[in-house]
Nanobody, 125 residues
Framework: QVLLVESGGGSVQAGGSLRLSCVTS????????MAWFRQAPGKEREFVAT????????IYAESAKGRFTISRDNAKSTVYLQMNSLKPEDTAVYYC??????????????????WGQGTQVTVSS
């Protein structure tokens, strides 16, 4: 069992930055690939980024490439999402997720067994 707790969301103006954090507890985080997803009002949940168990490989959604960076610190049991050059269309609830099956991570939300409660990110124009 893994418990995930996100933080770092908030309200920013377009062009601003935020860093989301997700602290895990329970089974050691290094046994999981980690990911960030988001869900905007009235839309389906969508993949943002994933990082492998070791942190050696990452995958990004096209919308996140060049602006967002996912990283992890296994010693601190924490995964991060640095978001720069934020746009109003980035407004959503951001969720952290853990996957114990695929070491490199996955773009598919159904591959993730554990989820955090989400943190709201609001970007105003």
């Amino acid at each position: 069992q893994v418990l995930l707790v996100e933080s770092g969301g908030g309200s920013v103006q377009a062009g601003g930055s935020l860093r989301l954090s997700c602290v895990t507890s329970g089974r050691t985080m290094r046994t999981y690939a980690m990911a960030w997803f988001r869900q905007a009002p009235g839309k389906e949940r969508e993949f943002v980024a994933t990082i492998s168990r070791s942190g050696g490989s990452t995958i990004y959604a096209e919308s996140a490439k060049g602006r967002f960076t996912i990283s992890r610190d296994n010693a601190k049991s924490t995964v991060y999402l640095q978001m720069n050059s934020l746009k109003p269309e980035d407004t959503a609830v951001y969720y952290c997720a853990a996957d114990g099956v695929f070491s490199a991570g996955s773009r598919r939300d159904y591959d993730y067994a554990y989820w955090g409660q989400g943190t709201q990110v609001t970007v105003s124009s």
